[in-house]
């Protein structure tokens, strides 16, 4: 059986703790939905973009969850060695990535942000490279933040090539992303530059989409089409017109 095709992203029962406040919601018909939804499934008109839709900035947990600032990405420069369990942190390796590969992972993780975001943002507030010591525990959890990094053990135990996550509150809103993609397909399979901007649609707040063809469809495979397109344009339209982008550009 082959994996390496395949994404499927697993919350920690930390996160789905964390989530939990958030997921709870059944689903509900238009006339309940948030006015994110709302407005998308006006402008939609086919029912099918209208589930899909749903699916992708709802999901199974009948709630949007937006950004309501810029994201900070943080890439760490070593291997990280996965583990399962409810945890924020995990241990540093002493496999550094070199320079070629760690500007390839931020130029591929900044064009998925300009895409995903629809235009709104075309960089990260900020992006940092960080390198842990060997052994050291390592926290992925950070307010305001995106912490990308190739992990040891992903596809041996979630039997998957990448997970992508994010801690929300009550509300919806986003308070930290993780981007975790599994060491060996992450610096040889080709594809690679789909899996890293699927995981971080989930740390966007993008969910799986099962009735189009999408970049967050749950198999890997599929490039980012206009319904992609069309979708992020939706769950970002909260920051425009009022924000305009030199305000965003200071965030």
Avoid: C
């Avoid at 589930?51 to 947990?61: F, P």
């Avoid at 945890?87 to 760690?102: G, K, M, N, V």
């Avoid at 992508?164 to 509300?171: I, M, N």
């Amino acid at each position: 059986m082959q994996f390496a095709s395949i994404v499927r992203v697993v919350l920690s029962a930390l996160l789905l703790a964390i989530l939990s406040a958030v997921t709870s919601a059944q689903h509900q018909n238009v006339a309940g939905m948030p006015a994110l939804v709302r407005a998308a499934t006006s402008a939609a008109g086919d029912s099918a973009d209208t589930r899909a839709i749903d699916e992708m900035l709802r999901g199974t947990g009948g709630r949007d969850r937006r950004w309501t600032k810029r994201p900070h990405l943080v890439v760490l420069t070593t291997v990280m060695t996965f583990a399962e369990g409810p945890r924020t942190d995990y241990t540093a390796t002493e496999i550094p990535l070199s320079q070629a590969e760690l500007q390839a992972l931020a130029k591929d993780l900044t064009a998925g942000l300009t895409l995903l975001s629809g235009h709104t943002f075309d960089a990260f507030a900020s992006v940092r490279f960080e390198t842990p010591e060997a052994g050291t525990a390592v926290r992925v959890v950070r307010d305001g933040e995106i912490v990308a990094a190739r992990f040891r053990g992903v596809r041996a135990i979630l039997k998957a090539v990448g997970y992508g996550g994010r801690t929300t509150r009550k509300d919806g809103t986003i308070m930290s992303g993780t981007v975790m993609l599994d060491e060996d397909y992450d610096r040889s399979d080709r594809r690679r530059n789909l899996l890293r901007m699927h995981e971080l649609g989930h740390a966007l707040g993008y969910n799986h989409v099962e009735s189009q063809r999408s970049i967050m469809n749950a198999t890997l495979g599929a490039e980012p089409t206009d319904f992609d397109r069309k979708v992020a344009r939706i769950a970002f339209s909260h920051f425009a017109p009022a924000t305009p982008r030199d305000i965003l550009a200071r965030n």
